[in-house]
């Protein structure tokens, strides 16, 4: 199998999950990486489960979705998404997952429970950072850069330069949440393993 | 020298960006997953090409042909199922040719993310004799652009560019040209022989319809689009499309036949390879389409014998389906039976109080394509009948004539706007000259949105953001003789059931229109979040059946999520208990009978 790195970013319609996507594999393409990822838009819009695959190698990405159990590092941007895909990383792979509760509708109508304790079930099977990362956002000002703070956390684990991210999320985001969102990506890269 | 420009684009964006370097025209098309960005990005070179949103995918298709017919540079773009709708242009253009290039792009959805069903629509481009590309990354996506328009040009015919989600979808890296060809054609004379399909012209075109596929057999042999890649000659296969991705990822070292153009297919180029190699599989997604062509010539391939024929492929399916052998993945969470998390209507989204007053009523619904088929899922669980679009109006005529009155009073027909302009509104013409005496409901969110919000001709924008002509949905269903029209606010629930109450008695055909602007679009609304009493409220849960994702269900109590309540009081107008608040203040509403 090649050298090629597998990330993959998980959470709910609506968290920022494509953006945070995005900002990798511009990251990955201006450190000189083949890059390829893949999500599938649609009706995963509304509030559904959504997850995007992101790979990088020095020499030639093919496939757009890495093969299951071979991610090297996952991004959750909710607790019981994190523990959906968990078995989707290798043995020694790193999640760092949101602890955060976002029912879904079977959960929000009444139908059936959030899983109990998803932070413990998380894990018993992987290495995982879990953190209050929304709570980082909201103290920072807004919720909705819990992605990038979260992509702040990523980027410890992950061989790029920190001037490259700093450089693609100026880019990114709308132009009046710049500085939140480089303190948002500051925060999370101060989170201790 | 400059370097060249390098981009991370989608295999939509690539396309968009194939029209423009290879001097696209005009381009038209109806918005579909996984098709929709493809224009939305072709609209970036709007002051080279003239593109347009379509009332749906036959028109769009004509649309282009007329600007191919004479001499344009066109394409046109739609989901799989589109070109069931433009299948009758379809099958006719490829009889003419064209005077500038044609391409069809078709979106196939294998696995069924956001459609209706998975067709295989390579069996087009065989059934109607015209030639076909398959990209298989974002690069290939823009270049096939390039040689499809050359292609379309060269033999006198339209072109399928077919590509299926994962290839629309996914982002790789392609490198920009900035060149663009000038199409200097003039205003082609008359040649009806060729552009006037009557029997007499359309005999001649079928004869040379057969040479054309035969010059484009030769082609599809010596094209460049069809690569072999020699390596170890233990194992061939012959692929297409994204498939080639994946079999490069988990058999690096077996000799490959990459098919780029699948229509007409190289059959000498296969028959060399599968003789090159021991032992020969065809790996395709969906219909066993180049294999069953490649045995018919009697040549020995391995194919759905082991490669499944439903649903998309990945690396490790083709790996196990090959080898036998397992990936090296274990599923512990599965036991661990996690609630599921389907898509749903938006909090605030104005179909919920359609669908809450519709199960209020225990109305029998026949439903459409958009947003609100979401309608269908637990809790709302509304949605008896869907097909395609259009469906929701005109099998609610079958179901009333096939049945009797008792059938029709309970029954609704319910649909989009921008649905009922695609083809609902003939089903309406129908109900009204058939004497049918249903409700539909046309839910007027005002955008196309399930797609992700595109404009259509009741918008009063264009796609290229000029203003136009509004379409009136009243005056226009008055004018097909509707003497009940009603256009209500959706989250007016007492008024919606009064009136739809009224209506589905009348034995008369009504139409109501439930207007709202998407929630996701409605810049002014105010978004003033509820809160939930826990002294007040008793846990009965009759609020969590309207299916909101801002409520949720904590130590026996209803809390509503501030960030994602818009206030739209759909579940608070459910309290019996007068538990909900806004502003600080208890909601009462007066019960309905």
Not at chain 2, 64 to 82: E, L, N, Y
Not at chain 2, 174 to 193: I, Y
Request: hydrophobic share 35%.
């Amino acid at each position: 199998m090649s050298d090629t790195k597998n990330v993959l970013i998980v959470g709910v319609g609506g968290q920022g999950v494509i953006t945070a996507s995005e900002i990798l594999s511009e990251v990955a393409m201006l450190e000189g990486y083949d890059v390829k990822k893949s999500e599938i838009h649609g009706m995963s819009q509304r509030g559904g489960s959504v997850s995007s695959h992101i790979r990088f190698n020095k020499e030639k990405v093919y496939s757009p979705t890495a093969p299951e159990g071979t991610i090297d590092f996952l991004m959750s941007f909710e607790k019981l998404e994190g523990l959906r895909w968990i078995d989707h990383l290798r043995q020694d792979a790193v999640a760092v997952i949101n602890d955060y509760r976002w029912d879904p509708l079977p959960v929000s109508s009444g139908q059936v429970e959030y899983t109990p304790e998803v932070e413990k079930k998380i894990k018993e099977r992987r290495k995982a950072i879990i953190y209050k990362a929304s709570d980082v956002a909201s103290k920072l000002g807004n919720i909705r850069a819990t992605n990038i703070v979260l992509v702040g956390t990523l980027a410890k684990l992950l061989p790029f330069k920190k001037e490259t991210w700093i450089e693609v999320i100026k880019n990114r985001v709308p132009p009046k949440t710049i500085e939140l969102n480089i303190k948002a990506f500051e925060e999370g890269f101060k989170q201790e393993f | 020298m400059e370097k060249p420009k390098k981009k991370i684009l989608t295999g939509n964006e690539a396309i968009a960006r194939g029209a423009y370097e290879y001097g696209i025209e005009v381009a038209a098309g109806y918005p579909g997953t996984p098709s929709s960005e493809i224009l939305e990005n072709v609209v970036l070179y709007k002051d080279h090409v003239y593109c347009q949103w379509s009332p749906n995918e036959k028109v769009a298709f004509e649309t282009a042909t007329g600007a191919a017919f004479s001499g344009r540079r066109s394409m046109v773009t739609m989901k799989h199922v589109g070109l069931n709708v433009a299948a009758d242009p379809f099958f006719t253009v490829a009889y003419s040719g064209i005077e500038g290039a044609f391409v069809i792009i078709s979106a196939d959805d294998p696995g069924m993310h956001s459609s209706q069903n998975e067709q295989d629509n390579r069996n087009y481009a065989k059934f109607a004799k015209i030639p076909m590309l398959e990209p298989s990354d974002s690069q290939e996506a823009k270049d096939f652009m390039g040689e499809a328009i050359k292609i379309s040009e060269e033999f006198d015919t339209p072109v399928m560019l077919r590509v299926t989600t994962r290839t629309c979808h996914s982002k790789s890296i392609v490198t920009l040209n900035d060149t663009r060809p000038e199409n200097k054609k003039e205003f082609p004379p008359r040649q009806s022989q060729k552009y006037v399909m009557i029997p007499a012209h359309a005999k001649k075109r079928r004869l040379i319809m057969k040479e054309r596929l035969e010059k484009l057999s030769k082609y599809s042999e010596e094209s460049k689009l069809n690569v072999e890649e020699i390596n170890d000659k233990e194992i061939g296969i012959i692929t297409n499309g994204i498939s080639y991705q994946y079999i490069k990822e988990v058999f690096p070292k077996a000799s490959v036949l990459k098919l780029g153009m699948t229509n007409p297919l190289p059959m000498q180029k296969i028959r060399k390879f599968t003789e090159t190699v021991k032992k020969c599989y065809v790996v395709e997604e969906l219909d066993p389409f180049m294999e069953e062509q490649i045995k018919s010539a009697g040549i020995k391939v391995i194919g759905k014998e082991v490669i499944p024929e439903i649903g998309e492929l990945n690396p490790e399916i083709i790996y196990k389906s090959i080898t036998g052998k397992d990936f090296g993945y274990t599923n512990t969470v599965a036991e661990l039976k996690l609630p599921t998390r389907p898509p749903a209507l938006c909090p605030g989204c104005p179909h919920r109080g359609v669908y809450v007053v519709l199960k209020k009523l225990k109305a029998r619904v026949s439903g459409d394509i958009g947003c609100y088929t979401l309608g269908v899922l637990p809790p709302l669980s509304s949605l008896d009948w869907q097909v395609c679009m259009g469906a929701g109006v005109s099998m609610t005529l079958g179901i009333e004539k096939g049945w009797d009155e008792n059938v029709a009073e309970k029954l609704v027909g319910v649909i989009g706007d921008s649905t009922f302009i695609h083809s609902g509104i003939t089903g309406l013409i129908d109900m009204v000259y058939n004497k049918g005496t249903s409700t539909i409901i046309i839910m007027d969110n005002r955008i196309t949105a399930m797609t992700g919000r595109q404009e259509h001709p009741a918008t009063g924008k264009t796609l290229m953001g000029e203003e136009t002509h509004e379409l009136n949905l009243v005056e226009l269903v008055k004018a097909v003789g509707i003497k009940n029209v009603e256009v209500v606010d959706p989250l007016d629930l007492p008024e919606l059931e009064k009136i739809l109450k009224t209506e589905m008695a009348r034995r008369e055909p009504s139409v109501v229109i439930t207007r709202r602007k998407c929630v996701l679009i409605d810049k002014e609304l105010k978004r003033i979040p509820l809160e939930v009493d826990p002294e007040k409220c008793t846990g009965c849960k009759l609020c969590l059946a309207v299916g909101c994702l801002a409520l949720s269900f904590e130590d026996k109590k209803t809390k509503v999520d501030p960030m994602l309540c818009t206030g739209c009081m759909v579940c608070a107008r459910q309290c019996n208990f007068g538990a909900f608040k806004q502003n600080g203040t208890y909601l009462e509403f007066k019960k309905q009978k």
